[in-house]
């Protein structure tokens, strides 16, 4: 099969690799019927997180099942199947808490961004839909894999609720999906903070009340100008650079909470969030606490968070698709593998 490949930064490479098989009896092989690069991808693609060797890339997919090993029973081949990021076993002490990214018996994937992937922990991991999805669902099916899970995690962490005001940090896709997750949690006012306006259109289709495109000081007044002069209730930082942090802190409003979920870099402002009171929580999504309530929500309809995906590209271009978002040319780049159509005719 092929698959995309990391060798050093900058260099993402489609390659031909191993097909992957059972190997564990709790193992499913998925035929992929679309992936799709993360922003945390591009800290390797950038050389910020270092890469010692060539090594298959990529944790975001769904796709049919091919085959299963034989403890697994919660799906089949020909289903159709959603992942998150963080494979969990769904049944540990920690995943019954509703924990799953922190699962004591976490696995992880070998490269999602391929023709085929094998899913470890699957009956913890998978979840499938009743029925073959419509095309026009796919890219909505696929946000579920991480990024509509982590900016719903975002909302969690810090408490959005029915009259909450609420700021977000970062207008990538996750940073998007927060603004859709804090609507549905019932915001009562959402600000998304961009300077870009595609990005800005996407925000406001999702449901955004207001948008402030200043940056640093003239931000946070913009933000507590809308606030009664105090901050938002809830901030979500969906980036991870101390700057955003350091954002998020002067955006919340004193005894305020924010929600962490930008893969972090850098210091924490902790003098800040001690002097104001702030709460904090955050880290990896729970995407398989959350799947199946936001499964639900795509297909019946309700959100639509496969709007984060202005580029779609065939595996092969998978050069294309890391410079395209590493540029800030697309918002975020879905890949179709070229086995795609054979998966859905085999199984549809």
Known sequence: MYGAVIHA?????????????????????????????????????????????????????????????????????????????????NTCAACRKGATANCLNAAHYEGCQAEKLRVPLADGTLVATPEMPTDDLIPSILALSDVMCTGWHAAVSAGVGPGKSVAVVGDGAVGLCAVLAAVQLGAQKVIAMSRHESRQKAATAFGATHIVAERGDEGIAAIQALTDGIGADCVLECV???????????????????GLVGVPHGDLPVE?????????????????????????????????????????????????????????????????????????????
């Open 9 to 89: 930064p900058g260099d993402v490479r489609y390659e031909e690799r191993p097909e992957p098989t059972i190997i564990e009896p709790t193992d499913a092989v998925i035929r992929v019927v679309a992936a799709c690069v993360c922003g945390s991808d591009l800290w390797r693609y950038r050389g910020i997180s270092p890469v010692p060797n060539p090594t298959p890339i990529g944790h975001e997919y769904c796709g049919v099942v091919e085959s299963v090993g034989e403890a697994v029973t919660t799906v089949k081949p020909g289903d159709f199947v959603v992942g998150g990021f963080n494979p969990c076993d």
């Open 240 to 258: 991870g650079t101390e700057d955003a942090r350091l954002q998020a802190s002067g955006a919340v409003r004193v005894g305020g909470s924010i």
């Open 272 to 348: 800040q969030f001690f002097w104001k009171n702030i709460g904090i929580k955050g880290g990896p999504a729970n995407c398989r606490a959350y799947l199946p309530h936001l499964l639900e929500l795509v297909l019946n309809r309700t959100i639509n968070p496969g709007i984060v995906f202005d580029l779609e590209l065939p595996l092969s271009e998978i050069a294309e698709a890391y410079a395209a978002m590493d540029e800030r040319r697309a918002i975020k780049s879905l890949v179709r593998p070229n086995a795609y159509a054979k998966a859905v005719s085999q199984f549809g």
